[in-house]
C-alpha cells in the first residue's frame, strides 16, 4: 500500500463502525450481550480478569466503603502499569503514574464527591515487581476521608461498583465499553478504542480533563440513544 495500514489491537476501524452502528442489535443480538455480561460478573467463567466475588447491593457496598452521604460516587478504574507499557493508546499525560497523580490531586480537591479507586485485582496476581498498591502507599501518606482505596486484594466485584457508581474513569480499560451498557458515565485519559462513539465524555487535553472532573457532580446518566449505541459497540467490540 502507498501509506502504511492501521493496526488495531482491539476496537473496531472507523468504517465499520459506521456500518454496524447503523444497524440495530436484534433480539438475538441482545441477549448474546446480556447473557455475556451476566457470565462475566456472576459465574466467573472468563479468564481475563479475577472473580473472586459475586456482586454485592448498593447498601452492602456502601456499608463496606464508609459512604454515608448522598454525594456523587465516582470511580478510578486503574491499570497494571506493564501492561499499560504495550498499548498504544494515546493520552495527554506522560505515563500511568502522571494519570494517577493528576486524577488523584483533582480528586482530593473535590471534596462534595465520593471517589473510589480501584487498583486492578491482576496486580496482585501478575507478579509486578512494583505495583500501584506500593506507588501509592509511598507517595500518599494520608489518604482525604472522601476518597476510598480498593486495594488490589479486594474481592469485591467489579459489576458491584459498576451499579453502585454514578461514573467511572479509565485511559483504555473494559469499563470503557461496559459501564455505559448501565447507563453511566466514562471519562478517558486519552483516544482510547471507545473514545468519540457518542456514550463517552472524551477530553482533549489534562485542562479539559480537569475541568470536566470538577464538574463531575453535574454530569446527567447516558440517555436511551447513548445506552443502545453503548450496546451496539459493546457486542461488536
Not at 93 to 104: G, P, R, S
Not at 122 to 140: A, F, H, P, R, V
Request: charged share 30%; aromatic share 12%; hydrophobic share 30%.
Amino acid at each position: 500500500p502507498k501509506t502504511a495500514n492501521k493496526l488495531e489491537f482491539r476496537g473496531m476501524l472507523e468504517d465499520e463502525w459506521r456500518k454496524r452502528d447503523s444497524q440495530p442489535l436484534t433480539e438475538t443480538e441482545n441477549k448474546i450481550l446480556d447473557n455475556y455480561f451476566i457470565e462475566r460478573y456472576n459465574k466467573g467463567k472468563k479468564t481475563d480478569f479475577l472473580n473472586l466475588s459475586l456482586p454485592e447491593t448498593e447498601e452492602e457496598l456502601r456499608k463496606k466503603l464508609g459512604i454515608s452521604n448522598e454525594n456523587k460516587i465516582i470511580c478510578m478504574f486503574c491499570h497494571v502499569a506493564w501492561d499499560l507499557a504495550f498499548d498504544l493508546t494515546e493520552t495527554f499525560f506522560e505515563n500511568a503514574n502522571d494519570w494517577f497523580d493528576t486524577t488523584f490531586k483533582i480528586m482530593s480537591e473535590k471534596k462534595n464527591v465520593n471517589w473510589i479507586v480501584r487498583v486492578h485485582p491482576g496486580e496482585k496476581g501478575s507478579g509486578s515487581l512494583y505495583t500501584l498498591d506500593e506507588y501509592i502507599k509511598e507517595n500518599y501518606k494520608e489518604i482525604p476521608e472522601h476518597i476510598k482505596i480498593l486495594w488490589s486484594d479486594s474481592v469485591i466485584n467489579s459489576y458491584g461498583l459498576y451499579r453502585l457508581i454514578d461514573a467511572g474513569i479509565t485511559l483504555f480499560g473494559t469499563t470503557g465499553a461496559e459501564l455505559p451498557l448501565l447507563g453511566k458515565n466514562v471519562i478517558s485519559g486519552g483516544k482510547s478504542y471507545f473514545s468519540n462513539k457518542g456514550f463517552t465524555l472524551d477530553p482533549k487535553s489534562k485542562e479539559d480533563y480537569r475541568k470536566i472532573l470538577m464538574n463531575i457532580d453535574t454530569v446527567e446518566p447516558l440517555n436511551n440513544d447513548q445506552i443502545d449505541t453503548a450496546r451496539r459497540y459493546a457486542y461488536s467490540y
